[in-house]
């Protein structure tokens, strides 16, 4: 059963940076789409960026421009590069596979304050 451990989140000032990684184990990852998800309480899950096998990017236009995905097949890993965070991209973010969700992680915390 694939199993994700997400980590790298913190507490930032705004403008500020942090680089999220999740490390994927128990099925085949350079198959399927992965995406970075995030929520904050009372609101449903977002779904702010996905990477395909080939590395083919699409982003919310809430982070575009500011976020970056990227995957090391070889480490099972998806990362997300987030700069100049605002406090608005405050939340918990989780990673899955849009296509073929498995259970979800515990998440990292992103604080964004000043």
């Known amino acids: 059963q694939v199993q994700f451990v997400e980590s790298g989140g913190g507490l930032v000032q705004p403008g500020g940076s942090l680089r999220l990684s999740c490390a994927a184990s128990?099925?085949?990852?350079?198959?399927?789409?992965m995406g970075w998800y995030r929520q904050t309480p009372g609101k449903q899950r977002e779904l702010v960026a996905t990477?395909?096998?080939?590395?083919?990017?699409d982003y919310a236009d809430s982070v575009k421009g500011r976020f970056t995905i990227s995957r090391d097949n070889a480490k099972n890993t998806v990362y997300l590069q987030m700069n100049s965070l605002k406090p608005e991209d405050t939340a918990v973010y989780y990673c899955?596979?849009?296509?073929?969700?498995?259970?979800w992680g515990q998440g990292t915390q992103v604080t964004v304050s000043s």
């Open positions: 899955n596979r849009p296509l073929r969700s498995a259970t």
């Open positions: 128990g099925s085949p990852f350079n198959i399927y789409i």
């Open positions: 990477i395909g096998s080939t590395g083919s990017t």
